[in-house]
């Protein structure tokens, strides 16, 4: 007989795990979450647990996109997950890693969304995604990891742990140019004074197109005010106590984090 899922089970075994402050691990093979589409099930899950606290849905993350971060994770595809409301920061934010397990940072190009993309007959591409964006910024993701062992976390379970997004530290808003290319830019990263990082964007509109069609599917499309973010440009980095990240993209500005 086939064994019957319950996303509603795998989530609160997610926000138990988050309660008690536990080390990530993927979920255990008896709550059956054997597929992709069962790891968003679960995910939209925990959404409605999280609402009360963490507010509404009021953005998207794009989570291993690049080449570097899916060998990282050993995970050959990209990963969306939620921003919730009050998990949005606006720079130069301070933040208390008390309050997280295992806080990490990753470096983003982030969008604004002016136009809904709402699930139509053919896939949203780079190109018609284009006139939707309203302004880019630079972001920090803020990603709760608990001391994941990345090599051995499976993508269903990562999905349906909402990809360990903990928010996001936005800076200001840039308004978009529709002729304007967001692929290749520049970006660096100091840490206390000192540059560390550098990389470049990939492709942003191609991402923010993957996450509009996949949330549109799921019957969660992009609506106005809404955020994006659209992968790393530096890879994923821990933060200590005492530090102060700033990260900058070319020609669009910067955004800035002390952790306390």
Known sequence: MARSFDPEAVARHFATAHADRARYSNVPAEL?????????????????????????VAGLKIATTTKVMQQLMGIDHPCGGLIFERRVHASPARLKLSDYIHLMIECELAVRIGRALPKQAGPHTAETVRPAVAAVMPAFELIEDRNADYKTS?????????C???????????????EAS??????SLTINGKQVREGTTDDPLAALAWVANLYAERGRPLEP????????VIATLPIAPGDTFVFRLDGIGSTQLEAV
């Open 164 to 178: 360990w997004n903990a928010g996001v530290v936005l800076g200001a808003e840039t308004p978009f140019k529709p």
């Open 225 to 232: 005010g809404m955020v994006v973010i659209t992968g790393s």
């Open 32 to 56: 059956g979450l054997d597929t992709i589409a069962d790891g968003y099930r679960a995910q939209e899950a925990l959404a409605v647990l999280l609402a009360s606290r963490e507010g509404r």
């Open 182 to 187: 967001l692929a290749g830019i520049a970006g």
């Open 154 to 162: 499976e993508a269903r379970s990562l999905i349906a742990d909402n």
